[in-house]
Every structure is written in C-alpha cells, then in structure tokens.
C-alpha cells in the first residue's frame, strides 16, 4: 500500500463552513485525526465522553475547551492536551478556522 504525502495545514474550500473529521492512520488501538473547525462549540447539553484518551494538538487557530473536574483550558498553536478516558468535555470555542490533531488512544 502506497503512502501518499499530506499538509496538515491545507483546507480545501468545499464544506468551509461544516466541521470537518478526517482520519489519517487508524490501526488497533490508535487512531490519528485531524479536525477543521470554523467557530464551531460543542452543546453544551452533549459533551464528548469517551472511553479512551484523546491528546489534542492545536495546529492553527486558537480554542477553548471545558472537562468536568479538571478546569478550562485555552489552547493555541503548538499547545496541547490530553484528555483522560471518562473525562466529560466540551469545545467552547474556536477561532475560524482552527486546524487540530488528535490522537485517540486505547480506543475500541
């Protein structure tokens, strides 16, 4: 299988203003994903909660995000996180556009 070259940075103008989820590696136990989004906040009535940790990566832009017990957090370019497995959070705000890597870990 052939391993073609990416940008992380590149957005491509179709769906600009959708939130956009692209994995670029999964294999067992590990799955690496980029996300675009532009001003986009999680619900404050739906917050993620997984069952595996996640350490995210702001590439570009800036965001803010809210996990239960652990406080707020406001993460610019090159700042990064990691959010345990069962950990209640929520996207409160990101710059558009804001470009993140994130990598699951331990997940199903």
Do not use: C
């Amino acid at each position: 299988m052939a391993v073609l070259p990416g940008n992380l940075l590149r957005v491509e103008q179709e769906n600009i203003r959708d939130e956009q989820f692209e994995d670029l590696l999964r294999r067992p136990g590990v799955r690496i994903e980029r996300i675009i989004s532009h001003g986009h906040s999680t619900p404050p009535d739906e917050p993620y909660l997984q069952d595996w940790d996640e350490w995210v990566l702001v590439l570009q832009g800036k965001a803010e995000l809210s996990l239960q017990g652990m406080g707020e957090w406001t993460l610019f370019p090159g700042d990064h996180l990691l959010i345990p497995a069962g950990v209640a959070h929520l996207v409160t705000y990101t710059d558009d556009s804001t470009i993140w890597l994130a990598i699951h870990i331990g997940e199903a």
